[in-house]
């Protein structure tokens, strides 16, 4: 959180029940750093999603509803200011240590210590960006890429967000890694969250980017936990990226979206290696065709 902060913003979205997932990624992917569910008595949910006041109300509005229009029936309720409280307490309760995949386990910064035998911690500081680890879609991700990253490969995650993927494709052996984020807000945080995992800066290439635009790198896995619209927008660059033998994970994606991004990976000529679903929620691995 940004120090000094005498206030934050808030803003509220309502939504039919059994979409709380929904409400819960539109906060995270808008840069949320705190939310409050309530269930109404009359049917039907409210999520209020507090944002920083770094920024002004219009730039935390413009990204919920670009961020709105994947989802029809959410809608915004009322918006305001409050002023700050210390929600690091109720933090500490709300991220327990979570096991992912067969030998990873993401931690808050509080946890230090508490890392179950055997396992890689991946530490990240929730509310600080978009990838906390708690969210379904970047499980998938870090749960594919235990199965494709190798010991020296060169990686790069699109959208880095809380650069989780990035310290996981560290952790799991990579020698180098490039991360970008089109908002260099995340930057700082980013950087705190690579501190929190000891990993070595040479070994990381961090920079602000709008998906591949400019990016002139050679890289053996390619990563992107985002939203369908960036990424059938981006998918046609990724061969050129990861060439005939590497592979790009997408992440980010409803089941229901499947169809939609089956048919960009065969327009930009790649195949499907490997599926994942969680909860609603789908990725894919792929690789360039033959």
């Not at 890429?145 to 494709?169: H, N, Q, R, Y």
């Not at 089109?182 to 602000?208: M, Q, R, S, Y």
């Not at 936990?225 to 059938?232: F, G, R």
């Not at 590497?246 to 065969?266: C, N, P, Q």
Request: with cysteine; aromatic share 8%.
């Amino acid at each position: 959180m940004i120090k000094n902060d005498s206030y934050w913003w808030y803003i509220t979205l309502s939504a039919d029940d059994g979409q709380e997932e929904v409400l819960f990624s539109i906060a995270d992917i808008s840069g949320s750093i705190g939310t409050e569910l309530q269930e109404l008595p009359s049917g039907g949910i409210r999520l209020r999603a507090y944002y920083r006041s770094s920024e002004d109300l219009h730039f935390w509005k413009a990204n919920i509803l670009d961020a709105l229009k994947e989802w029809d029936n959410v809608k915004i309720e009322d918006f305001g200011k409050i002023e700050n409280q210390p929600w690091n307490v109720t933090a500490e309760e709300a991220f327990p240590p979570l096991p992912v995949g067969k030998s990873m386990v993401v931690l808050a910064p509080w946890h230090k210590g508490a890392v179950p035998e055997g396992l890689i911690p991946l530490y990240i500081n929730p509310g600080s960006a978009f990838g906390t680890g708690y969210h379904e879609s970047t499980q998938i991700v870090l749960e594919l890429m235990e199965d494709f990253v190798k010991p020296g490969m060169t990686t790069a995650d699109i959208g880095t967000g809380s650069g989780i993927l990035t310290i996981c494709a560290i952790k799991l052996g990579a020698d180098r890694s490039y991360a970008r984020d089109i908002d260099p807000a995340v930057i700082e945080e980013v950087n705190k969250n690579f501190e929190l995992n000891g990993l070595d800066p040479a070994k990381i290439d961090l920079a602000t980017g709008d998906l591949l635009n400019g990016f002139r790198h050679r890289v053996d896995l390619l990563t992107a936990n985002i939203l369908l619209e960036p990424l059938t927008t981006m998918v046609e660059q990724v061969p050129k990226v990861i060439g005939r033998e590497g592979t790009a994970i997408f992440s980010g994606m409803l089941l229901t979206e499947r169809d939609v991004f089956i048919e960009a990976l065969k327009k930009a000529k790649m195949v499907i290696v490997k599926e994942h679903t969680k909860g609603d929620w789908w990725g894919v691995a792929a690789k360039t065709a033959s």
